[in-house]
């Protein structure tokens, strides 16, 4: 499901033929077997660290550049029986309209479609009244918090678009107040990040505020977590990757 760059596998290549001349030279006896060994050990590394660098990052398992098609085939244990329906489903007018499931209408040309998780199912409204059934965002485990994650696909070929579109966002919103914690995962799982930005969050008749921004770079993707986006007390995480973005009509 993961989809290598071009050009990702010539250092991988190059380690690999490393290794292979190491061993046949051990074999045939003109180098000692501990350097043998640890030119083994210095090549499998560089192999192993570079593919990984290549990757583009992913969230559980879902890695940017995969197909709409392999999407839907994901299953989330913490919301059994979500379904994964898109701007272009027939399903789509049954959702309730949000923000965040609406491309803007440079990327909308462009063909992107965009995809949540959603559960069918009752929802109380005003006093408490049940309301009828509906297609709800089911809300995923994000790291040490709960969220509805938004996937969105860019088609790269003629055909289909569960085939040819490309997964290039992954948007999720929450609440800024869950900050520290998601930080502090993030560190974790991605290591320090390549960019840590500090700036004025501006309040309408309120003093600023700060507001980090935390950025996580590989060769064609990224992941940018903003501490608070157009009410303060909203905090975004968004992987992209930059060699997918829809091309313009």
Known sequence: MRNM???AGVVPDLAML????????????????????????????LSATVASHAEPFSFRGISLGTTLADLRRIQFPEAPGARI???????????????EYV???DEAQAGVVVCGAYTFGKVLGAASKVLPAEWISARLNVGPIEASPF??????????????????????RSN???WSQVRAAFLMRYGSATSIETIAFHQQGKRDIPAEILTWSKDDSTIRI???EEIGTRMTITYEHTGLKPRQP
């Not at 001349?21 to 499998?44: E, H, K, M, Y």
């Not at 329906?85 to 923000?99: F, K, M, Q, V």
């Not at 996937?151 to 999720?172: C, M, N, Q, V």
């Open 18 to 45: 490393i290794l292979s001349r190491i061993v046949r030279s051990a074999w045939q006896g003109r180098i000692f077997r501990s350097f043998a060994i640890t030119g083994l050990c210095l090549a499998v590394a």
């Open 226 to 228: 903003l501490q608070r």
């Open 85 to 99: 329906l898109c701007s272009h489903d027939a399903e789509a007018g049954d959702i309730r309209p949000t923000a």
């Open 103 to 105: 491309a803007p209408e």
């Open 176 to 178: 800024s107040a869950y």
């Open 151 to 172: 996937f969105w696909f860019s088609p790269h070929d003629k055909g289909d678009i569960e085939e040819t579109g490309r997964l290039y966002r992954i948007a999720i």
């Open 5 to 7: 760059t071009a050009g």
